[in-house]
């Protein structure tokens, strides 16, 4: 028999261990950056069913979108698309893989060429 302690899971650490972008879609993201040594970094749109902006439940499905979208500096704003054009774009289709399934939060990956992800939550997306 299990106690209530041994069933308790924190929800903080549920949330560093979600929140993240698939191993496949760092995969592809590392992949990418490979082939443009120009890139600065990728982005991964992400989306999660059923969620509430800023609020967490443990469990909570997190689904990366299987595409990495290079951002390249500033200085090359004229030729390429930064980081900044390419999270709005993040949301975009994160939103409509989101709007196919129902309503929730999405979210992007900034990835570097190592793999290391940042995870932010748009706060636009709430829906």
Do not use: C, H
């Not at 030729?79 to 709005?88: F, S, V």
């Not at 994160?94 to 309503?103: D, E, F, P, Q, R």
Request: aromatic content about 8%; glycine content about 6%.
């Amino acid at each position: 028999m299990t106690t209530s302690a041994e069933q308790y899971i924190d929800p903080y650490e549920d949330l560093r261990a979600r929140f993240r972008p698939s191993r496949t879609a760092i995969e592809i993201a590392v992949a990418a950056l490979a082939g443009d040594p120009e890139a600065e970094a990728a982005i991964v749109p992400m989306y999660m069913p059923g969620k509430r902006y800023n609020e967490w439940e443990v469990g909570q499905r997190v689904e990366s979108v299987k595409l990495a979208l290079l951002g390249f500096p500033a200085s090359q704003v004229a030729e390429r698309p930064t980081l900044q054009d390419r999270r709005q774009e993040a949301y975009d289709l994160a939103s409509a893989a989101l709007a196919a399934i129902g309503s929730g939060t999405t979210a992007y990956a900034i990835v570097g060429r190592d793999g290391t992800a940042m995870v932010f939550e748009e706060i636009l997306s709430a829906r």
